[in-house]
Structures are given as structure tokens and as C-alpha cells.
């Protein structure tokens, strides 16, 4: 059996992320392989397109997985197809961003938004949450969790936005009444 040969052959597949193949004489072959996990999807042309941490297009839906922040405003290609490799900066800002986010805030639907050259919004269930860019994620991300365990309930379906773009000093902008 030609191993390296097999090993390449399986890695062809976009769902597969490193493969190897052992043998156990007599007769035992061992394939073990680790499959690419989505961290965030894409909407093209009607389908949610699942999005690894390389930014490789993975399976392809109809409806949107709910534990995967759904990324927007990205310059996708024209087509787009499992296996493809999405490149540019924006999008290795948003994945970064969804790795930090992705099981942070059980429960609340998340997007992540291009807003702007290295400019970013996370959306809470619809509640915008304003990143700047994609630097100092950890200090931005406790500034929040800091602002939403001092927001009652009540005052959160009034907040407009919520700015920690400069972590040390974040702001909380309330809708007009």
C-alpha cells in the first residue's frame, strides 16, 4: 500500500483537515482522520456556507446553523464552493473575531460584520456592538461582558449600541424616545 499516496487522496476532500494512515501487521489498516470544524458561516446566493478557521468553505445549507456567528459585508468571490478558500484580511479578522465569540454568548444569535476597513460589528440578537477593529479582542470582549452584567434587562432592549472599540473607556448608547 502506497500511504503517502492514500493520505493525499483523502485530504482532497474539504471537509478533511490532516489524515494518517498507519498499518498493524498482519492485517490492520489504521485511517485516522480529523475533520475541519466551521467557526462562522457565509449567506451566498441563497445557501449558508459553513467557514473553517482557514477561512475553507465547508458544507453548504439552506438553513443557518445557529451556533455559528454569521459573517457579513465580506467581498465574497463570485462563486463560491466547498473546499475554495476564502482569502483576504477582512476575512481573517472575522474568523478571529468568531474564534473569540463563538461560545462566549450562549443563546444569543451572533454576527459579525465587516463595517468598514478594519472597522467591525458583533450583533448580540440585533443588539450592535461596536469593535473597531479586530486588535485588543480579549480587552474589548471583558469590556462588554462588564456592561452587559450592569445592564438591567429592561434597559438592554433600549440600547442602541454599544461601543468598545476603546475598551477602557466604552459606551452605551441608548435608542431615542
Do not use: W
Not at 36 to 59: A, H
Not at 90 to 115: C, N
Amino acid at each position: 500500500m502506497d500511504r503517502s499516496k492514500a493520505e493525499e487522496q483523502i485530504m482532497l476532500h474539504a471537509l478533511v483537515a490532516d489524515v494518517q494512515i498507519k498499518t498493524r501487521p498482519p492485517k490492520k489498516i489504521l485511517i485516522e482522520v480529523n475533520e475541519r470544524v466551521g467557526v462562522g458561516s457565509i449567506l451566498f446566493e441563497g445557501d449558508y456556507f459553513s467557514v473553517d478557521e482557514e477561512g475553507v468553505v465547508l458544507l453548504a445549507s439552506t438553513q443557518l446553523d445557529e451556533d455559528l456567528p454569521l459573517f457579513t459585508g465580506l467581498d465574497l468571490p463570485d462563486t463560491v464552493s466547498m473546499g475554495m478558500k476564502l482569502e483576504g484580511d477582512a476575512v481573517a479578522d472575522v474568523i478571529l473575531i468568531a474564534t473569540k465569540v463563538k461560545d462566549r454568548y450562549p443563546g444569543l444569535q451572533k454576527e459579525i460584520k465587516v463595517a468598514g476597513v478594519d472597522s467591525y460589528s458583533l450583533y448580540l440578537d440585533r443588539m450592535e456592538v461596536k469593535l473597531g477593529d479586530a486588535h485588543d479582542l480579549t480587552a474589548k470582549l471583558t469590556a462588554l461582558d462588564d456592561l452587559l452584567a450592569t445592564l438591567p434587562a429592561k434597559s438592554k432592549e433600549n440600547v442602541e449600541y454599544i461601543d468598545v472599540s476603546a475598551p477602557k473607556k466604552p459606551a452605551v448608547k441608548e435608542k431615542s424616545q
